[in-house]
């Protein structure tokens, strides 16, 4: 047997407890992929990160689930800086993380007391959802009468699939709930999707839109408290449907997690170089050393 040792930080929030938690492992290049995947699974967040060696930017890092390894996660990205910051392992202030997703750039800088992560999201896209919005609806406990008439249900991606889904009031999302093993047969286009309700209602009048976020059955988990990737497809989305004529740049930001007791909030930057070009920003908040026990093979 060998001791793991997992820091647990909270992304998008600066209080313990609130927004997503993340473990991050300093040490990844001691690990198997088996390893990792056995890591998280015995951490049971909904991704733990692995920090391992770069040969075409300054860290790379591996994000898995319970279930398998993500091409790229927001919280904890957001999570992972933050632990290295907080260990004496960042000295600068812009770096580049190697991802699944690409070579992407982050930011770190000190706003308003907190530090503040910045990370670019790859380019934005999205595709048709052509399924049934009756059974879209019904499996997260809703009816089709839920969803918003004037915006479209597309999957999106700044790095990972997610299907955007647009409701028409916040008092629908009391009522999810989700059956998660129905998603992939609904989901004909990319069965291996997560769903991403949003709505223009918000909880906090300083917020711009809502959202809460479904995984996928493949990822080993039910809900994710607040989605990174997802917020940034939210910006695009925004931009692309809702107002197309928004003046650019524009910050909007996202809540989520509200329903889930554990609410945080995502900056998401959206620009025009040629393309949409989207980045996002939050805080993050260590809790906690977790010790784990794996076989080593």
């Known amino acids: ?60 890092i ?14 904890a990205t957001m999570g992972t800086v933050y632990a290295l910051r907080m260990n004496g392992l ?3 202030s812009n770096i580049t993380i190697e991802t699944k997703a690409g070579v992407l750039p982050v930011k770190v800088h000190d706003e308003n007391n907190e530090l503040l992560i910045t990370m670019q999201q790859a380019n934005p896209q999205f595709q048709t959802f ?33 299907l955007i889904i647009p409701i028409k009031e916040l008092a629908s ?26 709505c223009l209602e918000v909880r906090d009048e300083r917020n711009d839109m809502h959202a809460r ?6 990822s080993g988990t039910i809900e994710d ?12 989305y925004y931009k692309t449907f809702i107002n197309e004529g928004a003046r650019l740049p524009v910050t909007l930001i996202v809540e989520q997690g509200y329903e889930m007791n554990k609410d945080g909030r995502v900056y998401v930057h959206v620009k025009e170089e040629g393309n949409l070009d989207v980045s996002i920003s939050g805080t993050a908040v260590y809790v906690k050393d977790i010790e784990i026990e794996i076989v080593k093979k």
């Not at 059974?135 to 915006?151: K, N, Q």
């Not at 976020?213 to 493949?218: A, K, L, R």
């Open 90 to 92: 960042l000295k600068q």
């Open 62 to 75: 591996r994000y898995f689930t319970p279930g398998h390894e993500m091409n790229l996660c927001g919280h």
């Open 1 to 60: 047997m060998q001791t793991v040792y997992v820091k647990h930080i909270d992304a998008f929030s600066s209080i313990p407890g609130k927004g997503n938690p993340a473990g991050v492992v300093l040490n990844g290049d001691d690990y198997s992929e088996e390893e990792m995947l056995a890591i998280a699974g015995a951490v049971g967040f909904n991704e733990t990160s692995f920090i391992v060696s770069s040969d075409i930017a300054d860290f790379r």
């Open 213 to 218: 976020h479904f995984s996928s059955p493949f």
């Open 130 to 162: 052509s399924g049934s919005k009756s059974e879209l609806a019904a499996s997260i406990g809703l009816t089709e009468e839920d969803l918003h008439p004037d915006y479209p249900i597309v999957y999106g991606s700044t790095g990972i699939w997610t």
């Open 173 to 198: 999302f009391h009522k999810m709930i989700p059956a998660t093993a129905e998603f992939p047969s609904i989901l004909k286009e990319i069965p291996r999707a997560s769903l991403h309700p949003i």
């Open 225 to 236: 408290a607040v989605t990174g990737t997802a917020a940034g497809v939210m910006g695009a």
